[in-house]
């Protein structure tokens, strides 16, 4: 009896795992600390626990029709450019991840990097549109610019 390689056709289904990314957040400490909780409030996650002296943050995402929720870690450590922040996502009961991990830590990622830029400070596309970059100092634009990796100073 020969089998053709046509004849088995195995459905591929994604299974249950858990993601980490690691990512470097330019800013101090106290102030990658307070965004990240600030974020997972935002983002309707329930904020299980927060220990500053350790650097660890425990989320839990709510349940959906597509989920039975996910527990994230957040682990921060001081980094020689900012906060070295490593997120963890897994899965709670569920069998399939269905990519709802990548996007937990995608979003918290995206919210902590928009208030760690609105309190410190960070090089953004100019608003004028004048620029390539324009410095925002945590409160306002400065005149600080630069085209190309070369600054310049511009007044809006």
């Known amino acids: 009896m020969t089998f053709s390689a046509a004849a088995f056709v195995v459905n591929t289904v994604p299974v249950a795992m858990s993601k980490s990314e690691t990512r470097v957040v330019p800013g101090t400490y106290d102030d990658v ?22 650097g660890l943050i425990r989320l839990s995402s709510l349940a959906s029709m597509a989920t039975w929720g996910e527990n994230l870690d957040v682990n921060l450590r001081p980094a020689a450019s900012g906060v070295e922040v490593t997120i963890n996502s897994s899965l709670k009961f569920d069998l399939v991840d269905w990519g709802r991990n990548r996007e937990n830590i995608e979003k918290l990622f995206r919210r902590v990097a928009g208030l760690v830029t609105a309190t ?17 100092d945590g409160s306002r634009w400065t005149e600080n610019v630069s085209d190309s990796g070369r600054p310049g100073v511009d007044t809006l």
């Open 120 to 136: 410190s400070g960070a090089w953004l596309p100019d608003p004028s549109a004048r620029h390539e970059l324009r410095w925002w």
């Open 33 to 54: 600390f307070r965004a990240v909780c600030d974020a997972a409030t935002a983002d309707a996650m329930t904020l299980k626990s927060a220990e500053p002296g350790t």
